[in-house]
């Protein structure tokens, strides 16, 4: 059977569409992806602590610190699956330098706890990532009373990392990274309400207002720390493929499931998901952007309402007195 010139044209124009569509795939999977953190530099000599290290970007990111030389502390709630990450960063970088510690952000005693024997151990400190987080749960209260969201994803991370400041400072140059999220743009702090006790609980409200926590603690802490050697960064990670997203199918079931699928296309992967956080965490030169807020490897202004000095130091005032800490400047 002869072909004809349109058979031929109806032929390549399928070839062409094809081809434009898998081209069109890997530039939407490129851009999805984000930034990459291209610095080499070295952590030899060095202690990195990463909370909720044992799955998602925190796992990804304690590999890549210890590919880089670093002694990696891997804070987590479970330590089964804490070892079995710590094991696997260890096989798959070479680096034998990597442990693991039980930490419970929902307990303000497990907190001290873990504070106590880490400045007991641990020679040094020069990295701080505050990882771990929880995202959209029902309305759950910690031991200490406190609503869950809050407590594990600020009030947590502001005692642990109060509590490491001597051995913070006495490493300096050294680094807080705090893990935020774009939620933060919709979030409020309610001062008169932060538990939801008087109004009705809204796992999305809840969760944006302790993202927006994130942010102002870190510039907050930066302030605080100016001139000591500490620099306080936080960031976005971007929507990413992890655990975190248990929560929400209880709240919006198809978005629970797009969220949770495998195969979801349009989300990053927990690597490309932690090149912010590894950028902030060893890029040179940011010392000059203590208390500022990144995302796709890059600074980026954080929302107006994460950027109110007095809401900041409210937060932090308010957060000391319930985490039990010492009031000082």
Known sequence: MTMTVWDHFDRWALGAAVAASVLGAWLLRRWIAGGVCRCSARLDGKTVLITGANTGIGKETARDMARRGARVVMACRDLTRAERAAEEVRLSTGNGNVVIRHLDLASTCSVKQFAKEFLDSEERLDILINNAGIMMCPKWLTEDGFETQLAVNHLGHFL??????????SSTPSRVVTVS?????GGKMDFDDLFFAKRPYSAMTSYKQSKLANVLFSRELARRMKGTG???????PGVIRTELGRHIESWFPLLGVL?????????KTPSQGAQTTIYCAVTP???????G???????KRAAE???????????????????GLSVKE
């Open 285 to 291: 030169g940011l010392e000059n952007l203590s208390g």
């Open 230 to 236: 500490v620099t306080a960064l936080s960031l976005h």
């Open 259 to 267: 969220l949770t699928a495998p195969s979801m296309l349009l989300m």
């Open 293 to 299: 807020y990144f995302s796709d490897c890059k600074e």
């Open 305 to 323: 309402v994460a950027r109110d000095n007095d809401a900041a130091r409210k937060l932090w005032d308010v957060s000391t007195q319930l985490v």
């Open 181 to 185: 999220s774009l939620a933060h743009e």
């Open 160 to 169: 642990l990392t109060n509590l490491l400041l001597p051995k913070l400072r």
